[in-house]
């Protein structure tokens, strides 16, 4: 597949993730409609963002691998599986999408009477005083580390190609709305710099500021995950086949 092909699918998927992962959070978690209690809160959010992986799983899997975060790239560069000349454009198209979905996001929440977006958080990431549950910046980046190289290590796995076939894209989304249930609470969870990087130039100011632990630890977390899998999970000769594929 061509290079502008797989990185057009980059964009439009990591835009839906922003848009329909942090769109649930800032339209829906807490929403107060005529019904009482009509808000997803935090467990609807976690689902969405599963939901939103496994939808272009299988929608973009076949074009562009659906990376949707740097920090996953960046995991599977290390792992072996991408290619390292591809890196830097998959991260660009991937940051561009974010920022258009968190874009889009915010015409559609300004239409509601009184809506504030940096008061609101705009589902931005944060640690501290931004953080849901108060956390220090070392509870945020234990936590986005860990969580980034279990998601990593669900991805290498379940698109082993010894893994049963067809099944990654829910393996991975479950993951990922697990993750969400865990870790909402202490960053309001990136686990994706991307994802991370839309909201928070719409906020600006201390999401700005904090935004280089949602880019330093998911980062080392995909390391870690790509250097531990092959090590685990590989012979050298499965190694050799993962890599002759991705190339």
Same mark, same amino acid.
């Given at each position: 597949?061509?290079?502008?092909?797989?990185?057009?699918?980059?964009? *439009? !998927?990591?835009?839906?993730? $922003?848009?329909?992962?942090?769109?649930?959070?800032?339209?829906?978690?807490?929403?107060?409609?005529? +019904?009482?209690?009509? !808000?997803?809160?935090?467990?609807? $959010?976690?689902?969405? *963002?599963?939901?939103?992986?496994?939808? =272009?799983?299988?929608?973009?899997?076949?074009?562009? !691998?659906?990376?949707?975060?740097?920090?996953?790239?960046?995991?599977?560069?290390?792992? !072996?599986?991408?290619?390292?000349?591809?890196?830097?454009? #998959?991260?660009?198209?991937?940051?561009?999408?974010?920022? %258009?979905?968190?874009?889009?996001?915010?015409?559609?929440?300004?239409?509601?009477?009184?809506? /504030?977006?940096?008061?609101?958080?705009?589902?931005?990431?944060? #640690?501290? /005083?931004?953080?849901?549950?108060?956390?220090?910046?070392?509870?945020?980046?234990?936590?986005?580390?860990? =969580?980034?190289?279990?998601?990593?290590? +669900?991805? %290498?796995?379940?698109?082993? @190609?010894?893994?049963?076939?067809?099944?990654?894209?829910?393996?991975?989304?479950?993951?990922?709305?697990?993750?969400?249930?865990?870790?909402?609470?202490?960053?309001?969870?990136? +686990?994706?710099?991307?994802?991370?990087?839309?909201?928070?130039?719409?906020?600006?100011?201390?999401?700005?500021?904090? %935004?280089?632990?949602?880019?330093?630890?998911?980062?080392?977390?995909?390391?870690?995950?790509?250097?531990? #899998?092959?090590?685990?999970?590989?012979?050298?000769?499965?190694? @050799?086949?993962?890599?002759?594929?991705? /190339?």
């Amino acid at each position: 597949m061509q290079l502008s092909k797989r990185l057009a699918a980059e964009l *439009f !998927g990591t835009f839906w993730l $922003v848009l329909g992962g942090c769109g649930s959070a800032v339209l829906a978690a807490n929403f107060a409609g005529p +019904v009482h209690g009509l !808000g997803i809160g935090f467990v609807g $959010v976690s689902f969405a *963002f599963g939901l939103t992986v496994l939808t =272009m799983a299988y929608a973009i899997g076949h074009v562009s !691998g659906c990376h949707l975060n740097p920090a996953v790239s960046v995991g599977l560069t290390v792992a !072996g599986r991408f290619p390292a000349r591809d890196l830097v454009p #998959y991260i660009v198209a991937q940051v561009i999408g974010a920022v %258009l979905g968190a874009f889009v996001l915010s015409l559609i929440a300004s239409g509601k009477p009184g809506f /504030d977006l940096v008061a609101s958080g705009f589902a931005s990431n944060g #640690y501290g /005083d931004r953080s849901p549950g108060q956390f220090s910046m070392m509870s945020a980046f234990i936590c986005e580390v860990v =969580m980034t190289a279990f998601f990593l290590f +669900v991805i %290498l796995g379940s698109t082993d @190609k010894r893994a049963p076939a067809g099944f990654a894209p829910i393996a991975i989304g479950l993951c990922l709305t697990l993750i969400h249930l865990i870790s909402i609470p202490v960053t309001n969870t990136s +686990v994706n710099p991307a994802r991370s990087t839309g909201p928070a130039l719409f906020v600006g100011g201390a999401a700005v500021d904090q %935004l280089w632990l949602f880019w330093v630890a998911p980062i080392l977390g995909a390391v870690i995950a790509g250097i531990v #899998y092959p090590l685990v999970a590989e012979s050298r000769a499965n190694a @050799k086949t993962n890599a002759a594929l991705a /190339d």
